[in-house]
Structure formats: C-alpha cells, structure tokens
T-cell receptor, first 114, second 114 residues
Framework: GAGVSQSPSNKVTEKGKDVELRCDPI?????LYWYRQSLGQGLEFLIY????????KSGLPSDRFSAERTGGSVSTLTIQRTQQEDSAVYLC????????????FGQGTRLTVV | DQQVKQNSPSLSVQEGRISILNCDYT??????FLWYKKYPAEGPTFLIS?????DKNEDGRFTVFLNKSAKHLSLHIVPSQPGDSAVYFC?????????????FGKGTLLTVNP
C-alpha cells in the first residue's frame, strides 16, 4: 500500500505484559514519528526518527517505553510492563522532509490494558 | 500546560452553512500551523496549513486565518457538507531546535447536519 501501515489495529493486553507495536512508513520518507492519543486528549508526541540521526526520545513518558527504527524504514514501539494508563491509540506518521510538515499518519493501534 | 488549545469540544452546523473552528496557542515560537481532519478508526489527515508570515490561506472550501497578535487561528469551511463531519485538530510547529515536532490541540468534533 501507499500509506503508513500500523499493526495490530487493536491490542488488548494484561497489565504487566510487554507489547510491540509496528509501523511501516511510506517508502522513501526519512522522518518517522510516534504519537499517542489518550481518551479526550490531543495527540502527544512520543519519539522522532530522522534518517541516521539519533532519535529524539524526549516525549517517551517513562523508561518502560522504547522504540527502534531498522534500516531507516520499519519502526517498532515497545512498551514493557504495561499499565492501565498506557491505554491509548498509538499513531505513527512519516514525512518526506525534516520539518514533518503535512506528515502522513497511519490508522493507529488501539491499545487496551486490562 | 497546553500550548495549543481548542476550547470547543464540539460544533454542530447545518449543511450549506459556514463552520468556524477556533484554535489558540501560547507559544510565541510557533511559526507554522496546520489543521488535520480525523474520521473514526482512521489516522489524522492533513487538511490545510499556514505560515506565520501570512494571515490567510485558502484551499477550496477551506480557509485558515491567523491572527498572530492574538495568538489565534481559525478554520472556515464554506459551504459545510455532511462529509465534513469529523474531529478537527489544530497543530503547531516552532522555529526552535525541535522544529519537527507537532503540538496538537485536543480537537473539535464537527457535525454537519443534512
């Protein structure tokens, strides 16, 4: 497909378990973002990857959260020892430019921690 | 501390009339503003943007106005159509070091009634 693809679409996990969320950006896009949207909130920045530069991890809420981007393409967001407050929609976006203007978003992964 | 505020959680208008969605910001370093539209179970899609050097940008039925002195922007949709019913997010970028980050408001749910 031509768009940003995220998997799974929905994930229900038990508190304390680890989860991995996957993002396939648009081919050729150098910038990749992870955002999350908690209930009733706006989109919250988590992490930014740009080419081979060190990622900006300043938005990750705790050390239970980590992300990788392999080969400048696919990215995985990992949440360890999930908590109920981690429940949210996790959105990935990619952009062809460094300023992320008009970034293209995936459909998101809805994570529910029970 | 919310830097981008959309104070109206929802707005309802009649088909054919004008929809006006408002957004306020507090960070004077913001120099680029975007509107995204989001349907349920889909990721946000870019709609229209404006640079801080302009006060108006128009694209078809959509016009964004920027009032820098008031730190206020608005999105006008004329005429409104039922297919415009969605959540609209205002977002901003700054001119500083982390100029790739998008800071989002909480969104306004627009309902256009036939």
């Amino acid at each position: 497909g031509a768009g940003v693809s995220q998997s799974p679409s929905n994930k229900v996990t038990e508190k304390g378990k680890d989860v991995e969320l996957r993002c396939d950006p648009i081919s050729g896009h150098t910038a990749l973002y992870w955002y999350r949207q908690s209930l009733g909130q706006g989109l919250e920045f988590l992490i930014y990857f740009q080419g081979n530069s060190a990622p900006d991890k300043s938005g990750l809420p705790s050390d239970r959260f980590s992300a990788e981007r392999t080969g400048g393409s696919v990215s995985t967001l990992t949440i360890q020892r999930t908590q109920q407050e981690d429940s949210a929609v996790y959105l990935c976006a990619s952009s062809p430019n460094t300023r992320g203007r008009e970034a293209f978003f995936g459909q998101g992964t809805r994570l529910t921690v029970v | 501390d919310q830097q981008v505020k959309q104070n109206s959680p929802s707005l309802s208008v009649q088909e054919g009339r004008i929809s006006i969605l408002n957004c306020d910001y507090t960070n004077s370093m913001f120099d680029y503003f975007l509107w995204y539209k989001k349907y349920p179970a889909e990721g946000p899609t870019f709609l229209i943007s404006i640079s801080s050097i302009k006060d108006k940008n128009e694209d078809g039925r959509f016009t964004v106005f920027l009032n820098k002195s008031a730190k206020h922007l608005s999105l006008h949709i004329v005429p409104s159509q039922p297919g415009d019913s969605a959540v609209y997010f205002c977002a901003a970028q700054n001119s500083g070091g982390s100029n790739y980050k998008l800071t989002f408001g909480k969104g306004t749910l627009l309902t256009v009634n036939p």
